[in-house]
């Protein structure tokens, strides 16, 4: 499949989670592209077959978790009707961020997948497995339609 992987990221951490998640993927085998919200290859998003979409937790730690910079995710073009999944970085605790994740998602017209959150320092725990069932999710999808 062609997967492309998209982020917004203030200082790193997201972006480094983009690479590694678009890492697992080419290892599968899958043509890959990772870019930040702001850069990305149109041409390459119009045609992925999948999207992770990925950004930073924003709140007052305790409460009021949402996705950061959701702004710059919502005016992302191009995953109408794609499958795309969400991951989000989080230095303490991330709440309900990667549920609103999926309401942007969904604003934008993608088919949601789920998602999950990533803490800052422990970036590489559970993305193999996170990257794999994502694809198979994606994949069935893509051949029920
Ligand atoms: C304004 C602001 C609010 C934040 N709120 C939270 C929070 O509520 N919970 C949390 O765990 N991390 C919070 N963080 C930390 C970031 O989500 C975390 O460091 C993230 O990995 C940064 O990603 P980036 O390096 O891609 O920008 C906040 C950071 C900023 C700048």
Do not use: L, M, R, T
């Given at each position: 499949m062609k997967v492309a992987v998209v982020y917004e990221s203030r200082t790193g951490s997201t972006a480094r989670a983009a690479e590694l998640i678009g890492a697992a993927a080419q290892e599968l085998g899958h043509e890959v592209g990772v870019w930040p919200t702001g850069k990305v290859n149109l041409g390459f998003l119009t045609d992925a077959d999948m999207v992770f979409l990925g950004t930073w937790t924003d709140g007052i730690v305790v409460a009021g978790h949402r996705p950061g910079d959701a702004g710059r995710l919502l005016d992302m073009?191009?995953?109408?009707g794609k499958p795309t999944a969400g991951f989000v970085t989080y230095k303490f605790h991330a709440g309900k961020v990667i549920e609103k994740v999926g309401d942007v998602v969904t604003l934008l017209g993608g088919d949601w997948l789920g998602g999950r959150t990533f803490r800052k320092d422990k970036l590489s725990e559970g993305v193999a497995g996170f990257v794999v069932a994502a694809l198979d999710e994606a994949e069935s999808r893509i051949s029920t339609v």
């Open positions: 073009p191009g995953i109408w």
